[in-house]
């Protein structure tokens, strides 16, 4: 009868008079004070609300039921979909919201109402998948600084590919632990191509070598990245890094001889198809005419296979030292078995260049950290 009587009344009641009796109701709901008839029509009057003509009245009811777990999901889904400063209490406090409800919400709302969803205290995989398959780049950043916000690896991915060319999201990403391995690599590979056509750098270093520069940079940045990779991930870096292109034998053999042999073993299981136990037996025990047709298998010509075999066979052996008594690397043992042939390809002699580097790079980190050590015992 009470509830009649309120009906009864609001119909005529001023706004002002309707704003204190919405959030009386809603105080009283939420504080069970009435019995499990009167609640049901407590109810009743609710969902009559919702067509007040006055937003403030609305506002004022979900004010009140914002933090209550057992309101009528009906109800709060009509009012987060109301007005904006009205969606944003449903939206951001609400517990009757289910993850559907705002993955549903995300999809069919404004930008504003996903940023809503990524702030919410706590927001699950399956909602922060939809806001990063969907959100725009101001979404994205409050999910990414989220700390309530769960994002599975797919998401991050995703993120990455869709949003990577923004600094902002590019740089939340970059400083997550959680990223996977192959979407910090393609972060890098954007920021690589950011840099290649950029005006300011093509005129310090010239249009002709910038895209050289940018591709070794790249794949310097790709080998620290499969350095820092846990064992589970290569298999996936290496079908990523095929697909973007950047599994040349130029970066394979740079991994051989960097010593990346983990991942060096996941990339030719990837390119061959050979069974991952086959490739690990042929790598560690198998004799030259196996590997260099594992090599051949993964797509490496017949004159360069005899070269990438070769820097196994060192890598097995205690390759001894260098001239000057000094450690020998993997690539400087392998340049000299290069230039020991009579007659080497002209594939064969491009690859004693990048070996050349390669031994040289090393012999340059040799020296920074023997210098770095005397540095230390000096001090």
């Not at 009245?57 to 009528?72: G, H, K, M, Y």
């Not at 969803?117 to 780049?137: F, N, Q």
């Not at 950047?246 to 051989?256: D, E, G, K, Q, S």
Request: with cysteine.
């Amino acid at each position: 009868m009470i509830i009649q009587a309120f009906l009864r009344w609001v119909e005529t009641a001023r706004t002002s008079d309707r704003v204190r009796a919405a959030s009386a109701l809603g105080r009283a709901y939420v504080e069970a004070e009435m019995n499990g008839i009167d609640r049901r029509a407590a109810e009743m009057a609710m969902t009559f609300l919702l067509d007040d003509p006055s937003p403030k009245v609305r506002r004022s009811l979900i004010e009140a039921l914002a933090d209550c777990s057992t309101v009528p999901r009906a109800i709060v889904m009509a009012l987060a979909e109301d007005q904006p400063e009205i969606a944003y209490i449903a939206i951001s406090r609400s517990p009757v919201l289910t993850d559907e409800d705002l993955v549903d919400l995300a999809a069919r709302g404004t930008a504003e109402t996903r940023a809503l969803i990524a702030a919410r205290t706590a927001v699950s995989r399956s909602v922060a998948a939809a806001i990063a398959e969907i959100g725009g780049e101001d979404e994205v950043l409050i999910l990414l600084e989220n700390e309530g916000a769960t994002l599975s690896r797919w998401s991050l991915k995703r993120i990455a590919n869709r949003l990577g060319n923004a600094p902002a999201v590019r740089d939340r990403l970059l400083a997550r632990d959680d990223l996977p391995s192959e979407a910090r690599h393609e972060l890098v590979e954007k920021v690589g191509a950011a840099l290649a056509i950029c005006g300011l750098v093509q005129a310090v270093i010239g249009e002709g070598r910038v895209q050289r520069v940018a591709r070794e940079a790249c794949d310097t940045a790709a080998l620290a990245i499969i350095e820092a990779a846990s064992q589970k991930e290569l298999p996936d870096l290496a079908t990523h890094l095929r697909e973007a292109g950047r599994l040349t034998p130029a970066f394979l053999l740079n991994a051989l001889c960097s010593g990346r042999t983990e991942f060096f073993s996941a990339a030719i299981v990837d390119l061959s198809g050979v069974a991952e136990k086959r490739v690990r037996a042929i790598l560690s025990g198998g004799r030259v005419h196996p590997i260099r047709a594992l090599f051949e298998s993964a797509g490496l010509g017949r004159d360069v296979s005899e070269a990438f075999a070769e820097a196994v066979l060192l890598w097995r052996k205690d390759i001894g030292a260098g001239a000057d008594g000094a450690p020998q690397s993997v690539a400087a043992a392998l340049l000299a078995h290069i230039r020991r042939q009579p007659k080497p390809s002209e594939a064969l002699s491009a690859m004693a260049e990048l070996v050349e580097r390669l031994a040289f790079a090393e012999q340059r980190k040799t020296a920074r950290n023997y210098a770095l050590v005397a540095a230390r015992q000096a001090a």
